[in-house]
């Protein structure tokens, strides 16, 4: 782990992780910044922050219910590792699945690095066949 001013304990991680979900689920953009650093990269692409921001907005249109729940959380910093779980009911088509307005549960799977307090790396998978199950 860092050490100096740099250097994030676990819980203090966890906390702003926390912070991070919550301005998520009330869908706050204008503060998603104190999350997400500028260069984000996600699932190996740089996408930056607005490039992030325009997905999770993207997210949100297509499944209206959309709310992230922390099933699982552990911090190692400068990493946090998540399983989200969502009860939700996407238009149209999910993941290239056929969903309709059909209500699904599903996790995904989250990896995150943090550079200081800001989230920089993520590498997302979400569990598709849970869903195709429920098809």
């Known amino acids: 782990m860092k050490t100096g001013a740099n250097a994030v304990m676990k819980t203090d991680l966890s906390d702003i992780y926390r912070g991070y979900i919550a301005c998520l689920n009330k ?8 999350f997400v650093h500028d260069d984000a990269c996600y699932n190996g692409k ?16 297509e499944i209206p219910d959309l709310y992230f729940n922390i099933q699982l959380l552990i911090s ?6 998540s399983r989200l779980g969502f009860d939700c009911r996407p238009r149209g088509k999910f993941l290239g699945l056929d ?12 990896f995150y690095e943090f550079q200081g307090e800001k989230i920089e790396i ?7 066949a849970a869903i195709e199950t429920q098809l």
């Open 122 to 128: 993520v590498w997302s998978v979400i569990d598709k």
């Open 27 to 34: 869908q706050d953009w204008p503060k998603l910044g104190q």
């Open 46 to 61: 740089r996408i930056g922050l607005s490039g992030y921001r325009e997905m999770l907005e993207r997210d949100f249109r």
């Open 99 to 110: 969903v309709n307005g059909k209500r699904i549960s599903f996790a995904e799977n989250v």
């Open 76 to 81: 190692d910093p400068p990493r946090i590792a």
